[in-house]
C-alpha cells in the first residue's frame, strides 16, 4: 500500500519503478516524455512531471485513468537531451598543482561534495580554466552543467560562470538530490559555494529568489532554513514569505552577522541553525549535528 492506494492503482499510469515511498511513471501523462520523468507522491496525493512540469491531483488523474484506459498514457516522444559534461578531470584526480586544485584549496571547497556531485576540472576547450559543476534532478538524473573561472585574475569580457547550452538554473536546485536523499528538511542558499560550505544541508537557489519549479522541489522538504547573506535580510524574509504562501511546509530565517554562508566557518554555521530551529525540530530531524 502506499496510504490509500495500491501498486495496482499506479499501475494503471503504465511502466513505473518504485523508488522508496514515491513511484517513478515512464511516460508523463500530460506530454508523452518516457525517461521517467513523472513522479507520484501517494502520501501526498500528487504527481509532478519534472520535464513539463504537469502538476495533477493523484485521486483526478487515477480517475481518467480507469476511465479512458490504456488510451491515457500517450506515445513516447523523442525529446533533446542536456549538453554532455565537456571533458574535464574529475576533482579526487587532480594533482595537486593543477590549476582546479589550487582553486579548490584557495576556496576551502568541500572535496567530499565535490565528488559526490561528480565536479571536475576542464584544462581545454570551450570550458578552459573552470570547474564544472553538474546538474542533477531529484532522481540524481544528469540535466546540464555550469562553469566557474578558476583563474585569480578574470580578464575583460569572460563570465566568472557559464551555464551550458539548454541548461535552465530555474529548474533546479544545486545539490538537491544530495539532501533529499538523507534527510527531509534543507537550508536555502543563493549559490553552489555556498551549499559547498554546508553540503549535507545546503541546496543551492542559483540566485536570489525562488521559481515555480523550485518551489515545487522545496515542498518534498518539511522544514526549510533560509539563509542568505547577512546584508540581504528583508530578502531573506520576504523570500520565507513566498515559501510560506506556497506550501505547507515550515520556514524559518538563519541571520548572518556577516558576510555570506561561503565565508563563514561550519560549525558556526551550524550554531545559528540551532538557535534558529522551530520547538521540536531537532528531534524530528534527528540531526547529530544539530543535536551534538
Same mark, same amino acid.
Given at each position: =500500500?502506499? $496510504?490509500? %492506494? ?9 511502466? %513505473? ?5 514515491? *513511484? ?5 501523462? &500530460?506530454? !508523452? ?16 512531471? @519534472?520535464?513539463?512540469? @504537469? ?14 484506459? /490504456? $488510451?491515457?498514457?500517450?506515445? *513516447? ?10 571533458? =574535464? ?9 593543477? #590549476?582546479?586544485?589550487?582553486? /579548490? *584549496? ?8 565535490? /565528488? ?8 581545454? $576547450?570551450? %570550458?578552459? @580554466? ?42 533546479? #536546485?544545486?545539490?538537491?538530490?544530495? *539532501? ?24 543551492? =537557489?542559483? !540566485? ?11 515542498? @518534498?522538504?518539511? %522544514?526549510?532554513?533560509? =539563509? ?10 520576504? #523570500? ?15 541571520? #548572518?552577522? &556577516?558576510?555570506?554562508?561561503? +565565508? ?12 534558529? +530551529? ?7 530531524? $534527528? ?6
Amino acid at each position: =500500500m502506499f $496510504g490509500k %492506494y495500491t501498486i495496482e492503482d499506479i499501475a494503471v499510469l503504465g511502466e %513505473y519503478r518504485v523508488q522508496g515511498k514515491e *513511484v517513478a511513471v515512464r511516460v508523463c501523462p &500530460e506530454c !508523452g516524455d518516457g525517461r521517467y520523468k513523472f513522479w507520484v507522491d501517494p502520501s501526498k496525493g500528487v504527481g509532478y512531471c @519534472y520535464h513539463c512540469h @504537469y502538476s495533477p491531483r493523484l485521486e483526478q488523474l487515477l480517475g481518467a485513468a480507469r476511465l479512458s484506459g /490504456i $488510451g491515457l498514457v500517450p506515445t *513516447v516522444k523523442k525529446a533533446p537531451g542536456p549538453t554532455p559534461v565537456p571533458v =574535464m578531470v574529475p576533482a579526487e584526480e587532480l594533482p595537486s598543482d593543477s #590549476l582546479g586544485w589550487e582553486f /579548490i *584549496v584557495r576556496r576551502r571547497l568541500d572535496v567530499d561534495a565535490l /565528488i559526490q556531485n561528480r565536479v571536475g576540472y576542464c584544462p581545454t $576547450g570551450r %570550458y578552459r @580554466y573552470r570547474l564544472i559543476f553538474p546538474f542533477y534532478s531529484r532522481a540524481g538524473e544528469y540535466r546540464g552543467f555550469q562553469g566557474r573561472w578558476v583563474l585569480p585574475h578574470l580578464p575583460a569580457g569572460v563570465p566568472k560562470w557559464i551555464t551550458a547550452s539548454g541548461t535552465k538554473k530555474s529548474q533546479f #536546485l544545486w545539490n538537491f538530490h544530495q *539532501v533529499f536523499a538523507q534527510q527531509r528538511w534543507c537550508v536555502l542558499v543563493e549559490g553552489i559555494f555556498d551549499a559547498l560550505r554546508i553540503p549535507d544541508w545546503g541546496v543551492a =537557489m542559483l !540566485g536570489k529568489t525562488t521559481s515555480a519549479q523550485q518551489r515545487a522541489l522545496l515542498e @518534498y522538504f518539511d %522544514y526549510i532554513f533560509v =539563509m542568505l547573506d547577512a546584508d540581504a535580510t528583508e530578502d531573506a524574509k520576504l #523570500l520565507a514569505r513566498t515559501l510560506v504562501s506556497n506550501a505547507v511546509f515550515r520556514v524559518a530565517v538563519v541571520q #548572518l552577522e &556577516e558576510g555570506d554562508p561561503d +565565508s563563514n566557518d561550519p560549525k558556526h554555521l551550524a550554531a545559528l541553525l540551532r538557535a534558529a +530551529s522551530p520547538a521540536g525540530f531537532e528531534e524530528t530531524a $534527528g540531526s547529530e549535528v544539530l543535536c551534538g
